[in-house]
């Protein structure tokens, strides 16, 4: 970022050339897009420590939260893409092999049905709720691929979640709780968030008292959250109302995060049913809900919002250790290891290259903090971590309280 001293101000296209996630990849050389895989990417090792932090993260909350993660596959016989839908509706977007009678994903759901089947007996087991990091292909025109903003191959933060009708409302505040908590997390509040509801189109399935029923659910849940939201007439699918979710990043764009869509369709079309009290057969709604959407393209928003300097517990770069002389080597993988511990990533420049040139090279990987380590540090324990725009003074057993103090804010 331009330090104040500067008397202009960059248009808002310039500030996004700067901040172009594409440069920012190769900048800190966390990713690149293959040279062999048309709309697909090259993760680099520190690319790839950012990408699965995210997933711990992502995988922390849905636990904590009462998913159950799953692992299905990337390639299923074009039976259950016909039965789903996908075949008549969605065929020019999917990879085939025809000699073989199989299509590679474009999602995961008709997966997720067959693992509740199989599962999932009785009413009382629901609301039942499966997620997955669900890696997704679909053929993407060449002239609509953007980075990671718009992949041929990429992951979801793919969940669904099984229930009855009363259920709807709490599963969606359930949700509404867990995507704010963790949105927060990546630095995003929630005052910034709009949600609209998009309600029921002209070619919808069902009866329009289904849908009273059903969008009132949705209308209630966010109400009784005291969220405000917009109301989207006719934007919905044929087969369920959708909530949606979009942040504001800090060059005042929207991204379309989260999703939360209502379907009483699939069920039916795949035989999917639970018991009831009476011992009955019954359809469960099918929530189909993400927080981040694509994984990468999650990524592709956080590079941009925070110009490559990400928040200290995802940032691959988070603090770089430089100590003076080879003799404070010793000191710094010592302290290397209670970062690592505490789930900070440390990296040491020991290289022969004079001190400054090494904190001039840590804040161009975009380093939360650089640390120099000499004789002073190494023998009285007192560490001043540096940004570009200040330093603080930190004694060594006082590390962990100022950096947790840095990781919750």
């Known amino acids: 970022m331009l330090s104040s001293c500067h008397t202009f101000k960059l248009t808002k296209s310039e500030t996004q050339m700067i901040n172009e996630h594409r440069k920012i990849g190769k900048q800190l050389q966390l990713f690149d897009m293959s040279s062999s895989a048309s709309g697909m990417v ?34 299923a016989n074009h039976d259950i893409w016909h039965t ?30 067959n693992i509740f089947n199989s599962l999932v007996k009785s009413y009382k087991q629901l609301p039942y709720r499966i997620a997955e990091f669900g890696l997704c292909h679909r053929n993407e025109a060449s002239g609509s691929l953007n ?24 599963e969606l505040k359930q949700f509404c709780n867990m995507l704010f908590e963790m949105y927060a997390h990546f630095g995003f509040q929630k005052e910034k968030i709009k949600i609209k509801i998009s309600l029921r189109p002209d070619n919808k399935i069902g009866t329009d008292a289904l ?80 927080v981040l959407g694509s994984i990468e393209r999650f990524i592709a928003i956080l590079l941009e919002h925070y110009n490559g300097r990400l928040p200290i517990e995802f940032n691959p770069n988070a603090i770089i250790l430089l100590p003076i002389s080879q003799q404070h080597l010793d000191y710094c993988y010592s302290l290397h290891n209670k970062l690592i511990s505490m789930g900070i990533t440390c990296n040491i420049d020991g290289s022969d290259n004079s001190i400054s040139y090494r904190v001039r090279a840590s804040y161009k990987q975009k380093c939360n903090y650089c640390i120099v380590i000499g004789d002073q540090e190494q023998n009285n324990n007192m560490l001043t971590l540096k940004d570009k725009k200040a330093a ?18």
Not at 84 to 102: A, I, P, R, W
Not at 147 to 170: M, P, V, Y
């Open 211 to 290: 849908w009273d029923e059903l969008e009132q659910y949705l209308k209630t849940g966010l109400d009784e959250l005291e969220l405000s939201y917009q109301l989207v007439p006719g934007d919905g699918a044929f087969y369920g109302a959708k909530v949606e979710f979009a942040l504001e990043d800090s060059l005042n764009r929207e991204w379309q995060c989260g999703t939360f869509q209502l379907d009483f369709f699939l069920a039916e079309k795949f035989g999917c049913t639970y018991l009831n009290e009476s011992a009955d057969p019954e359809h469960p709604v099918i929530l189909h809900r993400a």
């Open 392 to 409: 603080y003074s930190v004694h060594l057993n006082d590390l962990t309280l100022f950096l947790l103090h840095q990781k919750a804010h």
């Open 84 to 113: 789903s839908g996908h075949s008549d509706k969605y065929q020019q977007n999917m990879f085939h092999l025809h000699e073989h009678n199989l299509a590679v994903r474009p999602m995961s759901c008709p997966f997720h049905i």
């Open 147 to 170: 980075g990671l903003f718009r992949l041929r191959a990429f992951n979801q933060d793919d969940g669904h979640i099984f229930c009855r009708k009363g259920q709807i409302k709490n």
């Open 42 to 75: 090259d993760w680099y090792p520190q690319g790839y420590k950012l990408y699965r932090r995210i997933q711990s993260y992502i995988r922390t909350m849905q636990l904590k939260y009462g998913y159950h993660e799953v692992n299905s596959p990337v390639l």
